[in-house]
């Protein structure tokens, strides 16, 4: 399996060639040149698989150039009970007959994107060391995607995390999730500042490519193609677990922001399982309904991007969305480029009225969008039918999917965080503070282990190389 560029311009990698890189040279996304097709007889014999096993079979079509043994071992190394909570990893919960919830949320950080940013972990680690290599990884982050890369990244050889925050922003929970990590290769950055300051501190630093080359500086950004490919996986398992025979088809409803997890599902439609829709829910930041719904790809400014009880979901662009516009153009990259030109430039694109537009139903998202109140009702009548309790993102997936679904397919509604996250909001719908797993008791009273600075790119330059030199050092020693 090779990959491209969606914008054409890159030579066809090989997968390990495109782990460790973000965006392709011409400012694109990588994909891989063909999605592998699986054949009725394969998805009945994947039907009975355990989940490592099932990993394997989707993952190494894509990761072909990594020796079977090793991504065998790479896999069950890391989806395991004692790490997601269950044998099943990601076990499926029926509230009522064809209605589902797919808990993607067992994870060390009790959000889903603990599921591939743990396989990251291991992968970065293994190649890393198999080309005598290191890297540091540099990220900004309001909550969830910095603590998922620190848990996946900590103690790992070779690789240490510089992550920024913005100090004091972020809630008790959340910081206390990051900041209580002892490792040494983890560096909390906490930044006098907002998380707008320090994304730009991340891309100073990053566009400085003398700086970024001399000390291995890379990310653990949603479009890494790893990361896609990895939450590929619960697609077919939940498919599986709701499901008797490969006849029967179902829907998924999916919580989205930077269009990552939704984007999995479709590659999963794409392969051949029988998905009829893919629901994509957002929050008051609805720039991905307003495209399905109308056709208008517009991106908002910061300031336009509202903060929501649904944090993970408030975007302003979604960074994967170029590749799904690179499939519905049938591949076409000269296409893609021309529409992404307006798009880089702050601008928008309106595909209404195309040949695009036409097409766009055979793909099979459709979308909705809820606001805090809906999520909050949503939270309240779940929890009174099923006595489940929900958090505020997996709301926003079952309200909109419930709202568009059809009779008699069944759906499947995706689990993106644990109600203990976002204690505020579930207090406020059912009146009580949600339950702490095993474990989480004391987080707050752990000693925590950051570093305060100011919104100074250079300052966090000089610290970055302050710690490279100072831990090269004691290996020498
Ligand atoms: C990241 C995140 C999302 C959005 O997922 P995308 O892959 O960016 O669409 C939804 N819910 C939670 C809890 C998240 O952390």
């Known amino acids: 399996m090779r990959y491209l560029s969606t914008r054409g311009g890159m030579p066809p990698k090989t997968f390990t060639e495109i782990l460790l890189g973000g965006l392709a040279p011409d400012g694109g996304l990588a994909m891989p040149e063909f999605y592998p097709e699986i054949n009725p007889a394969e998805l009945e014999s994947w039907r009975s698989l355990d989940y490592p096993s099932l990993a394997f079979a989707i993952l190494s079509r894509f990761m072909d150039d990594l020796p079977a043994d090793d991504l065998r071992t790479l896999i069950t190394r890391t989806y395991t009970p004692k790490v997601f909570g269950s044998e099943e990893i990601t076990p499926v919960q029926t509230l009522e007959p064809g209605l589902h919830l797919l808990?993607?949320?067992?994870?060390?950080?009790?959000?889903?994107?603990d599921i591939a940013m743990q396989f990251l972990g291991n992968l970065f680690e293994y190649v890393l060391a198999k080309n005598n290599e290191e890297l540091n990884i540099l990220g900004a982050t309001s909550g969830d995607t910095g603590s998922s890369a620190e848990y996946a990244m900590r103690g790992k050889q070779g690789i240490r995390v510089f992550m920024?925050?913005?100090?004091?922003?972020m809630s008790a929970f959340q910081t206390a999730q990051m900041f209580s990590l002892q490792d040494k290769n983890i560096f909390n950055i906490a930044i006098e500042g907002v998380f707008d300051d320090c994304q730009d501190i991340v891309k100073t630093v990053s566009n400085d490519q003398e700086f970024k080359q001399k000390y291995h500086i890379g990310a653990v950004n949603s479009i890494n193609w790893a990361r896609i490919a990895a939450q590929i996986i619960y697609y077919f398992k939940a498919y599986f677990a709701v499901t008797r025979s490969n006849g029967e088809t179902v829907s998924?409803?999916?919580?989205?922001g930077n269009f990552g997890n939704i984007f999995a599902g479709h590659v999963a439609r794409m392969m051949g399982l029988p998905i009829r829709q893919l629901i994509l829910a957002t929050n008051e930041n609805n720039v991905l309904d307003e495209f399905f719904r109308t056709g208008l790809y517009r991106p908002r400014?910061?300031?336009?991007?509202?903060?929501?009880?649904?944090?993970?979901?408030?975007?302003?662009?979604?960074?994967?969305?170029?590749?799904f516009i690179f499939d519905l153009t049938g591949r076409d990259a000269t296409r893609v480029k021309a529409l992404w030109k307006s798009v880089d430039q702050g601008g928008s694109f309106d595909l209404s009225g195309t040949d695009l537009w036409q097409k766009i139903r055979e793909f099979g998202i459709i979308s909705g969008t809820s606001n805090h109140a809906e999520r909050i009702a949503t939270i309240s009548e779940i929890y009174r039918k099923f006595n489940t309790l929900i958090d505020t993102h997996t709301a926003d997936g079952l309200k909109t999917g419930m709202e568009l679904r059809e009779p008699d397919i069944p759906l499947i509604c995706l689990e993106t965080a644990l109600p203990v996250k976002f204690a505020d909001s579930i207090q406020e719908a059912v009146g009580f503070a949600p339950e702490r797993p095993a474990g989480y008791d004391n987080l707050e009273k752990l000693p925590q282990r950051f570093e305060r600075m100011a919104a100074d790119a250079g300052q966090i330059k000089r610290f970055i190389i302050n710690q490279i030199e100072s831990s090269s050092q004691d290996q020498e020693r």
Not at 103 to 113: E, Q, R, Y
């Open 164 to 169: 920024l925050s913005p100090y004091g922003k």
């Open 301 to 323: 400014t910061t300031t336009e991007t509202k903060q929501t009880s649904s944090p993970s979901m408030d975007i302003s662009k979604a960074s994967n969305f170029e590749r």
């Open 252 to 256: 998924f409803s999916v919580p989205s």
């Open 103 to 113: 808990h993607l949320s067992n994870g060390p950080t009790l959000a889903f994107k």
